[in-house]
């Protein structure tokens, strides 16, 4: 009982340090935030994570595993329908988890701590990301160059459209244009499946 109390506390303080970060942004979550975000006090908070770096460290590797779960929800929701693909992940990234891992991803350029924890991350995100994809979608493991092309499309697409709408850079009128460009993109870029038939 003891053991499963630990992990929900901790699990409450990861999701206040989510929604801190969202609200303040990175550099102004501070642990008694988080605390009192979370409805405990510093000292409570401090007996589940030593620091405000050990705290953040465990955000983002529960963010880390979100971002892959929600990946593969979107994945498996749409197998072999690459539109419904787009349409499903880009939903995924208007939760609020992404807006956190944005403002880590962020400090990370300039903060050595955060980097060290998030960079390897990232590789083992687009690795996995892309090892699913290729499952879902085998006609694609004939193209591994083209494969490439297409994932890093997407993902830069609609993660880059993301921010550019949270920080007023794009107009939203824009979004579905935007995303219907991409699904054309996509479909351009696939290789020929055995059926299809020659133009």
């Not at 009192?36 to 953040?56: P, Q, Y």
């Not at 955000?59 to 329908?81: K, V, Y």
């Not at 992940?89 to 956190?100: E, G, L």
């Not at 350029?109 to 990232?122: E, G």
């Amino acid at each position: 009982m003891q053991a499963l109390k630990s992990a929900q506390t901790r699990a409450r303080l990861i999701d206040a340090t989510i929604r801190v970060l969202v609200r303040s942004g990175y550099s102004r979550t501070t642990t008694p935030q988080v605390a009192s975000e979370a409805g405990l006090s510093r000292g409570a908070m401090l007996h589940h994570f030593d620091n405000g770096v050990s705290l953040i460290k465990a955000t983002i590797m529960h963010l880390h595993e979100r971002r892959l779960r929600a990946f593969r929800r979107a994945a498996e929701r749409s197998a072999q329908d690459q539109g419904a693909m787009v349409r499903t992940y880009w939903k995924q990234i208007q939760k609020p988890a992404f807006i956190a891992f944005h403002e880590l991803a962020v400090a990370a350029r300039t903060n050595s701590d955060l980097a060290t924890v998030l960079m390897p991350l990232q590789v083992e995100f687009r690795q996995r990301y892309n090892q699913l994809a290729v499952q879902l979608y085998p006609e694609w493991q004939a193209a591994p160059g083209t494969f490439a092309l297409a994932m890093a499309v997407s993902q830069a697409t609609m993660e880059g459209m993301a921010v550019n709408l949270l920080t007023g850079a794009m107009d939203a009128s824009l979004v579905e244009p935007v995303l219907q460009s991409l699904e054309n993109q996509l479909h351009a870029l696939r290789p020929a499946l055995p059926g299809d038939q020659c133009a």
